[in-house]
């Protein structure tokens, strides 16, 4: 029953583009949108730390976030919004999956980037040496080689056991900056192409994972593409030493322009 619901809300987006200059097509849109049993997990990425509006949580769930915004304009029959800043793949396991049941129909999730040391990652790089940064960035890859494929799919087998008709949206990380941008301080360009690179392998192997376990990977790379760090229209923060927990994450910008039209084309 939930999956021919699902089926039907699909069809029905399908239908309101084909009768949009008509004006028609609009109610069946909204009635099947609120068909849809939704639950958004993850990190911090989908939380939406750094767009602000936060929910006084330490998850720091904001109402800017992909999930907030994509329940706001279809009003689902149920939104459960677990994701959580500085997640891991133990933490979605171990705490985030309560609200998945066989009637779930959606899943969204955004994981993998805290397992793989982002957080260090990007401290390091900072703070200390080049050297140092690219010694850090080559210990998070083999990380994401030889470690994180087993916890995804942990998350990911557990997801499709409670909730075995849904469609699941895995989405992915945007690469952080533009290379040979506007930025005249900070790290220095091999740095900066590290850390991209470390973004793409990350983004390589989640979506090899999510694949195998027949899920959707939305891939946020092209729509960041030119509002990375660097680039005069940046979606996400830099280094922010009056809230350093927003650095390194989408603004409200980055969470309406980059990940939820990638959610959205998923659906």
């Keep these: 029953m939930k999956m021919s619901r699902l089926v039907a809300f699909s069809s029905s987006l399908l239908l309101g583009a084909a009768l949009a200059l008509t004006g028609a097509g609009v109610a069946n849109a909204d009635s099947s949108a609120a068909a849809v049993d939704y639950v958004a997990l993850g990190d911090s990425y989908s939380s939406g730390v750094g767009a602000g509006s936060y929910d ?3 998850c720091k769930r ?7 915004l994509w329940a706001a304009a ?3 029959s149920s939104f ?3 994701a959580c800043s500085g997640a891991r793949t133990a933490d979605v396991t171990g705490g985030q999956l309560g609200k998945l049941n066989a009637s779930t129909d959606l899943v969204s999730i955004s994981i993998g980037g805290n397992d793989a040391g982002f957080a260090d990652v ?3 790089c900072v703070l200390q040496s080049e050297a140092t940064c690219l010694n850090r960035i080559a210990t998070a890859r083999a990380y994401v080689d030889s470690t994180l494929p087993g916890r995804l799919d ?3 087998t557990a997801i499709r056991s409670k ?6 949206v895995v989405l992915g990380y945007p690469r952080f900056y533009q290379l040979g941008g506007s930025c005249i301080a900070g790290l220095s360009e ?3 192409s590290a850390i991209n690179g470390a973004s793409d392998h990350l983004n390589t192997a989640t979506a090899k994972r999510a694949a195998d376990h027949g899920f959707t990977f939305g891939d946020v790379r092209t729509t960041f593409t030119g509002h990375e760090i660097c680039s005069g229209s940046a979606w996400l923060h830099s280094v922010n030493w009056l809230n350093i927990g927003e650095s390194y994450h989408p603004t409200a910008a980055g969470q309406s322009g980059g990940y939820l039209p990638v959610f959205k084309s998923a659906l």
Excluded: H, L, W
């Excluded at 904001?62 to 907030?68: E, K, L, N, T, V």
């Excluded at 909730?163 to 699941?168: D, G, L, Y």
């Design 56 to 58: 006084g949580s330490s």
């Design 62 to 68: 904001s109402s800017r976030a992909y999930p907030a």
């Design 74 to 76: 279809n009003s689902p």
């Design 80 to 82: 459960d919004f677990a």
């Design 122 to 124: 990007m401290t390091t």
């Design 154 to 156: 942990s998350v990911y």
């Design 163 to 168: 909730a075995p008709s849904a469609q699941v």
């Design 190 to 192: 091999r740095e900066r």
